[in-house]
């Protein structure tokens, strides 16, 4: 199974924090890059942060313009690993949080999904 598995989702305030976390698969041979989206109940997925895991994907994050300053992402790749450190949580942060895993083989490259963790933003 190469499906990620995520976790850290809750029930927060605004101003709180979470951290997310994603584990990839062990039997995925190369990961270029892992990241994480997500989608209210109605609303487009959007990308929240995504972070190169190797050489080959170029060593750099990218955010979403609406949670930079305020999100950290960070990665260990001996663990097939990422994180996602929230602050200031605002509710329109109150979504869906997916984890992506991007791999490739010779020349051949895949998306992975993990299930999804729900975060909650609320007074």
């Known amino acids: 199974q190469v499906q990620p598995v995520e976790s850290g989702g809750g029930l927060v305030q605004p101003g709180g924090s979470l951290r997310l976390s994603c584990e990839a698969s062990s039997s995925i041979f190369s990961i270029n890059a892992m990241g994480w989206y997500r989608q209210a109940p109605g609303k487009q997925r959007e990308l929240v942060a995504d972070i190169s895991s190797n050489g080959r994907s170029g060593g750099s994050t990218n955010y979403g313009d609406f949670v930079k300053g305020r999100f950290t992402i960070s990665r260990d790749n001996a663990k097939n690993t990422v994180n996602l450190q929230m602050n200031s949580l605002k509710p329109e942060d109150t979504a869906v949080y997916y984890c992506?895993?991007?791999?490739?083989?010779?020349?051949?490259?895949?998306?992975?999904w993990g299930q999804g963790t729900q975060v909650t933003v609320t007074s």
């Open positions: 992506k895993i991007y791999a490739c083989s010779d020349s051949t490259c895949y998306q992975y």
